[in-house]
């Protein structure tokens, strides 16, 4: 293979869409939760388990932490991107980077509804 | 005033070095260019390119006291001392405070900095409406100094790859001209991960821009037509 620098891979404007959409939605879940937290009469344990029993929450919660992971994978994306320059090594980090998110979203449906 | 300048001539020195000059002149509405060109008189090896010395060529464009600027268009008298010299980051030196602007050209000259029309032209000029050319204002006025690509960590990062501020701005001073045909293929060739969206919105594009333009805004707005396209 000749070593050519390569651009035009045409994409980009999702991922840049995509993070600005998972931004709002993980600053609309902080204020929600901050606001639950301040609302609460006696904070504790109970309170706690009380707030994320129901399934609203649970989900809006779910819908976070997917908007979380899709934002952190755009942005360990670009940073290996950056810092990486052999082709290989890069998707090898992007493969795991993926794999590693997939299982944050799997263990997270398992701790929400495995209460 | 006292000043420290950035000295390198690879044909005999090691390394970079700085250099203290100390230059008897009084700012009044003097520009920092006056007092380079003094410290020339006094010392003939110091190099820099230097033209029209009213901020139209481009040339002279350096880090001064840390801030990329045109040295003809800064006043003396808004420096604080020493005066620190040096050449733009991010590209390599030839010379004192020359850069090799070779990168930087190749960028510019990857997003097709010219009119792209198949029509047949007309017998007179191609028309606009005045609302029409208002659109380029803000764009066109740029003289391609390198101040702005050179002040952005994503071009210092990846000048190979990234556009830069100086090349998105000119890309859509051609989008936003009427007389263009080529929008979409324009849009195409931007769309990817590095040419265009390395951008972070740092903006020390428009924090630096002798001319105060604003390529982060240019950059936002070719943005938002892709996600119209794309909507």
């Known amino acids: 293979?000749?070593?050519?620098?390569?651009?035009?891979?045409?994409?980009?404007?999702?991922?840049?869409?995509?993070?600005?959409?998972?931004?709002?939605?993980?600053?609309?879940?902080?204020?929600?939760?901050?606001?639950?937290?301040?609302?609460?009469?006696?904070?504790?344990?109970?309170?706690?388990?009380?707030?994320?029993?129901?399934?609203?929450?649970?989900?809006?919660?779910?819908?976070?932490?997917?908007?979380?992971?899709?934002?952190?994978?755009?942005?360990?994306?670009?940073?290996?991107?950056?810092?990486?320059?052999?082709?290989?090594?890069?998707?090898?980090?992007?493969?795991?980077?993926?794999?590693?998110?997939?299982?944050?979203?799997?263990?997270s449906v398992q701790i929400l509804w495995g209460m | 005033m006292k000043f420290k300048i950035y000295r390198y001539n690879p044909d005999v020195d090691a390394e970079p070095y700085m250099q203290d000059y100390d230059l008897d002149i009084e700012a009044g509405d003097k520009m920092l260019l006056d007092a380079i060109l003094l410290l020339k008189e006094q010392d003939d090896s110091l190099s820099?390119?230097?033209?029209?010395?009213?901020?139209?060529?481009?040339?002279?464009?350096?880090?001064?006291?840390?801030?990329?600027?045109?040295?003809?268009?800064?006043?003396?008298?808004?420096?604080?001392?020493?005066?620190?010299?040096?050449?733009?980051?991010?590209?390599?030196?030839?010379?004192?405070?020359?850069?090799?602007?070779?990168?930087?050209?190749?960028q510019y000259h990857s997003i097709k900095p010219y009119l792209i029309n198949n029509d047949p032209p007309p017998e007179t000029e191609r028309l606009q409406s005045p609302e029409q050319r208002e659109h380029l204002n803000g764009l066109y006025e740029c003289i391609l100094c390198g101040c702005c690509t050179t002040s952005c960590p994503s071009f210092w990062w990846n000048p190979d790859k990234f556009v830069g501020p100086a090349g998105l701005l000119q890309a859509y001073r051609f989008i936003a001209d009427t007389r263009d045909h080529a929008t979409s293929e324009r849009l195409d060739d931007l769309e990817d991960p590095y040419r265009l969206f390395r951008c972070h919105t740092i903006m020390n594009c428009a924090d630096v821009c002798p001319k105060e333009l604003n390529p982060t805004n240019a950059i936002g707005s070719i943005k938002d037509l892709m996600v119209k396209r794309m909507v």
């Open chain 2, 48 to 106: 820099l390119r230097k033209s029209c010395r009213e901020g139209v060529c481009g040339s002279d464009a350096m880090n001064i006291n840390g801030r990329n600027g045109l040295a003809c268009i800064t006043p003396l008298s808004s420096l604080s001392e020493p005066v620190t010299l040096r050449p733009l980051p991010g590209l390599p030196v030839i010379r004192d405070l020359i850069v090799d602007m070779t990168q930087f050209f190749k």
């Open chain 1, 1 to 107: 293979m000749v070593n050519r620098v390569v651009v035009g891979a045409h994409y980009g404007l999702r991922d840049w869409l995509v993070q600005r959409v998972t931004a709002v939605v993980m600053a609309l879940y902080c204020v929600t939760v901050a606001a639950l937290l301040l609302l609460q009469s006696r904070p504790g344990y109970d309170a706690w388990t009380g707030l994320f029993s129901g399934q609203p929450m649970r989900t809006f919660t779910l819908l976070f932490l997917l908007s979380l992971f899709y934002h952190a994978w755009i942005g360990i994306r670009d940073i290996v991107m950056d810092y990486v320059k052999p082709a290989g090594v890069r998707l090898v980090i992007h493969v795991l980077v993926i794999l590693v998110l997939l299982l944050y979203v799997i263990w």
